[in-house]
């Protein structure tokens, strides 16, 4: 029998997904062997902290321009769907459905640690999928024994930033690939 596939989960709002995102995306799935990687944008986060989000055609709409040349990542609506509060632990046990047998690693950032204990079903979350951390700006990880950690590149990149300076009229294209630059600027997103 041949190994079991591995995939990597990769959850946000992407709002708009950046340089960033793809940077961390393809290092994880580079030193974790990962087969695939699905991004999967949120409806509505529980821990929803803005009202202004982005409507989730645009939002996927950039994530294809972005993923376009990454054959190993993949674009998952299926939180997108539901049309409702996205809770991790389903999303893990849809793809848990979807690819029986597979191994999956659910991708965050160090940032969500502190609140991990208070996600809906944080032990099972930990029971279906290997919980991997990366490298977040200012942040250190220091409970190995719950999750895997790999030591990413740090990305001083943030949507609420390019947001921010979109807004302010501030450059932003190079935190962008270009084909997200040109579909923001298009369609006057942000504005």
Known sequence: MGQKKRIGLFGGT???????????????QFKLGLDEIHFIPNYIHPFAKRSDILNSTHRVKMLELALAGF???????????????????DTI????????????????GADNIKEFDYWKEADEILKLAVVVVFNRKGEFVD?????EYVDSPLIDISSSQIRKQ????????????????????????YR
């Open 93 to 108: 046990r849809f793809f848990k459905k979807q690819f029986p047998g597979c191994k999956l690693y659910y991708l965050i």
């Open 71 to 89: 054959s190993k990542f993949k674009i998952c609506r299926y939180e997108i769907e539901k049309k409702e509060i996205s809770y991790s632990v």
């Open 14 to 28: 992407f709002d708009p997904v950046h340089l960033g995102h793809t940077i961390v995306a393809e290092w994880m």
């Open 166 to 189: 979109i807004k302010n009229d501030q450059p932003y294209r190079s935190f962008l690939l270009p084909d997200v630059y040109n579909y923001i600027e298009q369609n006057k997103l």
């Open 143 to 147: 409970e190995f024994d719950k999750f």
